[in-house]
């Protein structure tokens, strides 16, 4: 049985656990309300309820969480509202925009390399950053796919 409270909390907990890592608070709580939601779909007004602010305060993190893949926005039928629900591959989704992020690290790192010069001290850190960036933004498409694989050899698609 779904016990509310200890649900409400944990979500928070995880929500200020991805706020520690950078993630920015509101949508780390409105993503957390939808991850633990029973209801596929949910309006502003359901979320809010939820972490107990108005509407206009979700607004702000949905347009965010839109925008990063990890929400889906959607016309309310009838209505001039909109209702929000999770991809079905959120996480492949961000780690799929990450994988382009590496790769303009590593790019940048090495611009970084050629105007220090590899043999100095800062450029070596720097020869570091960018392989290391390389090596992941080569490493992730191999990742996913063993997702992929993982989650149908499992049964959890």
Known sequence: MRDEDAARQSAERMAMMLTDWGFPRMPARVLMVAMTADEELLTAADIGERLG?????VSGAVRYLI???MLDREPLPGSRRDVYRLPQEAWYEVSALKGALYKILAGMADDTV?????ET????RMANM???????????PKLLERWRKHKADNGLD
Request: proline share 4%; hydrophobic share 40%.
């Open 53 to 57: 602010v108005s509407p206009a305060a």
């Open 67 to 69: 925008q990063l893949r």
């Open 114 to 118: 050629q105007s220090l010069g590899e």
């Open 121 to 124: 001290a800062g450029g070596r």
């Open 130 to 140: 960018r392989d290391y960036f390389l090596f992941i933004e080569g490493e992730m």
